[in-house]
Protein backbone atom coordinates (compact mmCIF):
# COMPACT_ATOMS: atom_id res chain seq x y z
CA UNK A 1 0.00 0.00 0.00
CA UNK A 2 1.17 3.63 -0.61
CA UNK A 3 0.57 5.93 1.74
CA UNK A 4 0.09 10.06 1.23
CA UNK A 5 -0.51 12.33 4.07
CA UNK A 6 -1.60 15.83 3.25
CA UNK A 7 -3.72 18.59 5.36
CA UNK A 8 -0.79 20.56 7.57
CA UNK A 9 -0.03 24.04 7.39
CA UNK A 10 0.64 27.08 9.53
CA UNK A 11 -1.75 27.45 12.44
CA UNK A 12 -1.83 29.89 15.38
CA UNK A 13 -1.87 28.29 18.98
CA UNK A 14 -5.16 27.24 19.98
CA UNK A 15 -5.94 26.18 16.14
CA UNK A 16 -7.00 23.43 14.66
CA UNK A 17 -5.87 21.07 11.77
CA UNK A 18 -6.88 17.95 10.03
CA UNK A 19 -4.40 15.35 8.44
CA UNK A 20 -5.36 13.12 5.80
CA UNK A 21 -3.53 9.55 5.26
CA UNK A 22 -4.63 8.34 2.10
CA UNK A 23 -3.46 5.22 1.19
CA UNK A 24 -3.76 3.26 -2.41
CA UNK A 25 -2.75 -0.01 -3.88
CA UNK A 26 -4.77 -1.90 -1.82
CA UNK A 27 -8.40 -3.21 -1.98
CA UNK A 28 -8.33 -3.77 1.83
CA UNK A 29 -7.53 -0.53 3.61
CA UNK A 30 -9.63 -1.78 6.29
CA UNK A 31 -7.28 -4.57 6.96
CA UNK A 32 -4.45 -1.78 7.98
CA UNK A 33 -3.59 -0.82 11.38
CA UNK A 34 -2.62 3.29 10.89
CA UNK A 35 -0.32 5.30 12.86
CA UNK A 36 0.72 8.74 13.05
CA UNK A 37 4.20 9.66 13.59
CA UNK A 38 5.65 13.42 13.79
CA UNK A 39 9.30 14.60 14.29
CA UNK A 40 11.10 17.38 14.37
CA UNK A 41 14.89 18.37 13.50
CA UNK A 42 17.61 16.58 15.32
CA UNK A 43 15.04 14.45 17.44
CA UNK A 44 13.79 11.21 17.51
CA UNK A 45 9.94 10.26 15.60
CA UNK A 46 7.77 10.08 18.60
CA UNK A 47 4.21 8.47 18.06
CA UNK A 48 1.12 10.15 18.18
CA UNK A 49 -1.78 8.08 17.73
CA UNK A 50 -2.91 4.66 16.17
CA UNK A 51 -6.29 2.97 14.90
CA UNK A 52 -6.57 -0.52 14.65
CA UNK A 53 -8.00 -1.86 11.58
CA UNK A 54 -12.07 -1.23 10.97
CA UNK A 55 -11.46 1.30 13.67
CA UNK A 56 -12.39 -0.62 16.79
CA UNK A 57 -9.42 0.38 18.94
CA UNK A 58 -7.74 3.75 19.05
CA UNK A 59 -4.36 4.75 21.12
CA UNK A 60 -3.11 8.28 21.93
CA UNK A 61 -0.11 9.90 23.39
CA UNK A 62 -0.48 11.30 26.40
CA UNK A 63 0.89 14.37 25.40
CA UNK A 64 -2.20 14.81 22.32
CA UNK A 65 -4.87 12.97 24.72
CA UNK A 66 -7.85 15.22 24.73
CA UNK A 67 -6.97 16.83 21.74
CA UNK A 68 -5.88 14.63 19.20
CA UNK A 69 -8.82 12.59 17.37
CA UNK A 70 -7.39 9.27 14.87
CA UNK A 71 -10.21 8.27 13.10
CA UNK A 72 -10.82 6.21 9.90
CA UNK A 73 -12.93 6.14 6.71
CA UNK A 74 -12.49 2.88 4.99
CA UNK A 75 -15.13 3.73 1.80
CA UNK A 76 -12.19 6.51 1.21
CA UNK A 77 -9.12 4.80 1.95
CA UNK A 78 -8.44 7.65 4.07
CA UNK A 79 -6.99 7.67 8.20
CA UNK A 80 -7.58 11.43 9.87
CA UNK A 81 -5.72 13.48 12.45
CA UNK A 82 -7.89 15.97 13.47
CA UNK A 83 -6.19 17.88 16.11
CA UNK A 84 -7.09 20.90 18.01
CA UNK A 85 -6.07 23.31 20.57
CA UNK A 86 -2.75 23.13 18.75
CA UNK A 87 0.39 24.27 20.62
CA UNK A 88 3.85 25.20 19.56
CA UNK A 89 5.23 21.95 20.57
CA UNK A 90 2.85 20.20 18.40
CA UNK A 91 5.02 21.73 15.29
CA UNK A 92 7.05 18.67 13.74
CA UNK A 93 6.89 16.89 10.21
CA UNK A 94 3.83 14.34 10.78
CA UNK A 95 3.72 10.67 8.96
CA UNK A 96 1.15 7.96 8.68
CA UNK A 97 2.52 4.65 8.47
CA UNK A 98 0.72 1.45 8.12
CA UNK A 99 0.96 -2.41 8.81
CA UNK A 100 -1.52 -4.83 7.60
CA UNK A 101 -2.88 -6.67 10.04
CA UNK A 102 -4.00 -10.74 9.80
CA UNK A 103 -6.40 -12.49 11.70
CA UNK A 104 -8.96 -9.99 12.69
CA UNK A 105 -6.93 -8.74 15.64
CA UNK A 106 -7.64 -5.12 17.10
CA UNK A 107 -3.56 -4.34 17.48
CA UNK A 108 -2.49 -0.70 17.43
CA UNK A 109 0.88 -0.07 17.46
CA UNK A 110 3.41 2.45 19.02
CA UNK A 111 6.63 1.89 18.05
CA UNK A 112 8.29 2.13 14.40
CA UNK A 113 8.98 -1.41 14.04
CA UNK A 114 5.31 -2.51 14.14
CA UNK A 115 4.45 -0.51 10.63
CA UNK A 116 5.76 -1.73 7.14
CA UNK A 117 4.33 0.94 5.00
CA UNK A 118 5.36 4.71 5.65
CA UNK A 119 4.23 8.26 3.97
CA UNK A 120 5.94 10.84 3.03
CA UNK A 121 5.47 13.52 6.05
CA UNK A 122 3.09 16.83 6.49
CA UNK A 123 4.69 19.37 7.95
CA UNK A 124 2.75 21.60 10.91
CA UNK A 125 3.66 24.50 12.36
CA UNK A 126 2.14 26.35 15.26
CA UNK A 127 3.01 29.88 15.75
CA UNK A 128 1.59 33.17 16.36
Known amino acids: VQLQASGGGLVQPGGSLRLSCAGS?????????VGWFRQTPGQDRDWVAAVSRAGSRTDYAESVKGRFTISRDDAKNTVYLQMNDLQPEDTAVYFC?????????????????????WGQGTQVTVSS
Open 25 to 33: GSSTFDNYA
Open 97 to 117: AAVYVLGGFDLVGADDDFYVY
